[in-house]
């Protein structure tokens, strides 16, 4: 447990907290029973409830899994008092949360002043705000691979195998998938804050939840800017993919084309009949070879003429 005090707000910040944590909680700040069942379990999506001195809070946040190679929701219980704001995850690896709590514990007086400010939703939208600028960090890695991506397909070799490149561009698809789903929830649980965060800490804070919607609006912003790119990337992938397998296709069917008469009259000859013309002649395999050949050459040349091929 972490405890990070101003002049006007106290934070305190518990990873996995034990249940003793969490009974000392409940009979200090009188928090309900339900209220403290709920932090007990890990809960199954984004949700706000009011009460007479405080609100509850669950919040996803899309953080990289490097296990899975996709976006991950990470949850982050937030128990807001006029004077207190308690933040409670269960993970360790929750980055920006971790770099914002280190940032203020290192920092001077003055500065976690400033951080943590002289009230609970200046100190709430401080935190939240630092994870909205790590959710935008993350989309700039998003955008890098998609831009490698895209360097990589119009760069291709169309005689190579190109499957690495499609199951790259399926795991970037996945990851903004993830992020995508995860971060609507979370939007729409901060845009449903703007009237009841109003009520319960006064005209004074509208201005700092606006802003957080804003920053929320910039962020979905960019993430459908980068799914459009990416289906945008995709269809012309699989577009020149098709083009492709058609150039094969057609250049197997020329093939096929010229060597047919060739293939059927070779094959005319292997058969056991004792009237095959040409046979037992002089020269008679170069005479045979060169009719069955001559098929062929008429059949490339007409296609050549005509620029078929």
């Known amino acids: 447990m972490k ?74 219980n937030i128990i807001v008092f006029k004077n207190y704001i308690i933040t409670i995850r269960y993970s360790q690896t929750f980055t920006p949360l971790n770099e914002f709590v280190e940032l203020c514990e290192t920092c001077s007086k003055s500065e976690r002043e400033n951080l943590l400010g002289t009230t609970t939703y200046e100190t709430f939208y401080h935190i939240v705000q630092c994870l909205l600028e790590f959710s935008q960090r993350q989309l700039k890695h998003i955008e890098e691979k998609i831009v490698s991506i895209e360097n990589e397909v119009f760069k291709m070799d169309p005689l190579k195998n190109n499957q690495k490149l499609i199951y790259k561009t399926l795991i970037i698809k996945h990851d903004l998938l993830g992020f995508r789903r995860i971060f609507l929830t979370l939007q729409n649980s901060l845009v449903g804050l703007d009237y009841k965060g109003e009520e319960f800490w006064g005209s004074s804070a509208k201005p700092y939840l606006l802003d957080l919607i804003n920053d929320s609006h910039k962020v979905w912003n960019n993430i459908e800017h980068h799914n459009n790119l990416l289906l945008s990337l995709e269809d012309t992938l699989y577009a020149l993919v098709n083009h492709n397998i058609n150039n094969l296709t057609k250049i197997y069917t020329v093939i096929s084309l010229i060597a047919w008469p060739t293939l059927l009259i070779m094959g005319w000859y292997q058969t056991n009949t004792i009237s095959l013309p040409f046979i037992n002649r002089p020269m008679d395999s170069y005479i045979v070879f060169s009719i069955a050949l001559l098929p062929s050459i008429l059949i490339y040349w007409y296609l050549r003429k005509n620029k078929l091929i």
């Open 3 to 76: 405890e990070l005090i101003s002049n006007e707000v106290a934070w305190i910040d518990l990873i996995s907290p034990n249940d003793i944590e969490l009974d000392a909680l409940k009979n200090e700040l009188k928090i309900p029973e339900k209220v403290v069942n709920q932090i007990r379990i890990t809960s199954n999506r984004n949700k706000m409830e009011f009460y007479k001195d405080f609100f509850y809070a669950v919040l996803y946040f899309p953080i990289w899994d490097e296990i899975e190679k996709t976006s991950k929701p990470v949850e982050l």
